[in-house]
């Protein structure tokens, strides 16, 4: 029965072990998937082969290890690159057109077919 | 009067969405990063490319004192170009020039330095690309002044005469 258990026990460490690592390499691969080559055209770190995007991907896995968050990270790249460097940039004064006009054109659009709606009935 | 507030409405959105548009055709779509200024040095520790010893970088960079860290690399034509101006800036004593050999062989980069001259008061060994990032290049040669352990100016590409006149003006 111990030894029955104690396989167990073992089997399930082993897997739990295999989860961790699994995660921290979702993990790198989604950040990297977010972060523009940036000498490439059109392509995402984890996409490309350069140089460039390989010691990205090292250095991102670096900053994992340290215990940096995907937040972190993207903010590191950030200050050192700038906003170009995301394919997911946050709200700043140079991208307010680009958020806030969908959001402009879904409200005026709907506006108008409220307003035809009401009209009709 | 609603029809002519609507058709207004309408005409003046496609008005602004032509215009967004039009400026960005008129945008490159090559990269050109912003040369950011005035950020704190990055703290890392490296190997030394003739001692072959762990150096961490407050031990390199001190206070009250103009740096230029230049990475290069002997695979890499520009840096040939650049080379004279580096020499140039080791003759001056306000100055020391730092530099970060990126994604090198060895060998090579000892030819190159053997048959250019070497301007270099210390080189730091970046085997990996890692380190050259985060001084947040993404290529070589890139060029850092620093002062009081910050960037104070950044040149992307190979240096020449006026960047020259530049960093003497500077220190």
Not at chain 2, 7 to 14: D, E, G, N, T, V
Not at chain 2, 85 to 113: C, P, R
Not at chain 2, 134 to 153: L, M, R, S
Not at chain 2, 158 to 167: A, H, T, V
């Amino acid at each position: 029965m111990m030894k029955i258990l104690k396989f167990t026990l073992l089997i399930y460490f082993i897997f739990s072990l295999n989860f961790l690592y699994a995660s921290s390499e979702d993990k790198r691969n989604k950040i990297t998937k977010n972060l523009r080559c940036l000498v490439c055209q059109g392509q995402s770190v984890y996409d490309s082969d350069s140089e460039f995007a390989n010691s990205m991907k090292i250095l991102v896995e670096k900053k994992l290890d340290e215990g940096l968050s995907e937040k972190q990270i993207y903010k590191y790249m950030q200050i050192k690159f700038g906003d170009w460097i995301l394919y997911d940039p946050g709200l700043s004064k140079n991208t307010y057109i680009l958020w806030l006009l969908p959001l402009l054109i879904f409200l005026f659009g709907g506006a108008i077919i409220y307003k035809k709606l009401i009209k009709k009935n | 009067m609603k029809k002519k507030l609507i058709s207004i409405s309408l005409a003046s959105i496609f008005i602004i969405i032509f215009f967004v548009f039009y400026k960005g055709l008129k945008n490159t779509n090559i990269y050109t990063p912003d040369v950011k200024i005035n950020y704190d040095i990055p703290v890392f520790s490296a190997n030394l490319f003739y001692l072959n010893e762990e150096v961490n970088s407050a031990n390199i960079f001190k206070k009250d004192k103009f740096y230029l860290v230049n990475i290069w690399s002997s695979w890499c034509v520009p840096c040939r170009d650049e080379h004279p101006i580096l020499m140039e800036l080791k003759k001056n004593s306000n100055i020391t020039v730092i530099g970060i050999n990126y994604k090198d062989n060895k060998k090579n980069a000892q030819n190159f330095l053997n048959q250019l001259g070497n301007p270099y008061k210390k080189i730091i060994v970046d085997q990996k690309g890692t380190l050259s990032i985060e001084w947040g290049a993404f290529g070589v040669p890139e060029t850092f002044v620093i002062y009081n352990k910050k960037i104070i100016k950044k040149y992307i590409g190979p240096l020449n005469e006026e960047s020259l006149i530049e960093i003497e003006k500077i220190i």
